[in-house]
């Protein structure tokens, strides 16, 4: 190597050395002035942070009739047991309160969201409502199928009623809740009673004439739900199958009008999957 070449390299590496220096430099100002690290992931995260889980308890709050309070039964209404199975399946703790009751229509349960302050703190602190309402409000329609009959254009009048009322409802849970809690509405498998024993308190028209009833009303059910962003549960097809010729007499208290033990497991059972499915744990 030559003097000339010497001095040259020499000079070289002088200026790559200053670059390096000035290199660092701003490094040092960037990361001061924007917490940035000039790497070439450039991570918003630090390598080992994650997205913590929930932790704190669920809590399931359900409104509704005698189906969700439990009656016929001798058991845990539905409610209880789906907080149970999401309890056992994520090892998270569920606070259940059961704000249903016997006998319950749309219209009682419109009038107690409206005036009872405790109801609604109630919607604003749950993480999941399920709502199991309607059926009662049809009573009158099976008056008339009584005493004489009543086809689509006598009970149509009380199904479009009681979507109208629950549509008020779901409006008022979803004013009070949380925006993250997710809302859920149940279906029948039959609004009135079923299987054995409504074949035996009614004529033979009886089955074929309620399950008529009991699909329109679910329609209208699920409608309203999808229409509020709520997500409803068909109870229908997992007690009498898609075609509705399944019995679900094994499914029936002994007053053919509300689950047993088997059919309250059951509901309990595609409630909890339908509330997985929605990410709603947390």
Known sequence: ???????????LVAVLGWVSVLVLVAAAVLVRLHGVEPTAAHRST????????????????????????????????????????L???????????????NGETAADL??????DDGFTAEIGAA???????????????????????CERSCYDPEVR???????????????EKRASATVFVVSYWNVFRDGDVGAGNYDRGYL?????????????????ADLADATCVDL???????????????????????????????IATVVAAAVERRGSLG
């Open 1 to 11: 190597m030559t003097a000339g070449r010497g001095v040259r390299v020499r000079r």
């Open 236 to 266: 229908y097809a997992p007690f009498k199958g898609a075609d509705g010729t399944k019995d679900p007499t094994p499914l029936l208290a002994d007053d053919g009008d509300h689950p047993n033990d088997a059919g309250t497991a059951l």
């Open 87 to 101: 309890e056992r399946r994520t090892g998270r703790a569920v606070v259940t309160v059961n704000d249903s009751a």
């Open 46 to 85: 630090p390598p080992s942070a994650t997205t913590p889980a929930a932790t704190g308890p669920l809590h399931l709050l359900g409104f509704g009739d005698s189906v969700m309070a439990g009656a016929g039964c001798d058991c845990d209404d539905f409610l209880r047991r789906t907080g149970d199975l």
């Open 208 to 224: 074929a004439w309620s399950d008529q009833v009991t699909r329109d009303a679910n329609t209208t059910i699920c409608r309203t």
């Open 127 to 149: 993480d999941v409502i399920v709502l199991t309402i309607g059926a009662n409000d049809l009573g009158p329609a099976l008056d008339d199928w009584v005493g004489d009959a």
């Open 161 to 175: 009623a009681m979507g109208s009322r629950l549509s008020a409802i779901l409006a008022i849970v979803d004013r």
């Open 110 to 115: 419109l009038g107690d969201l409206r005036t």
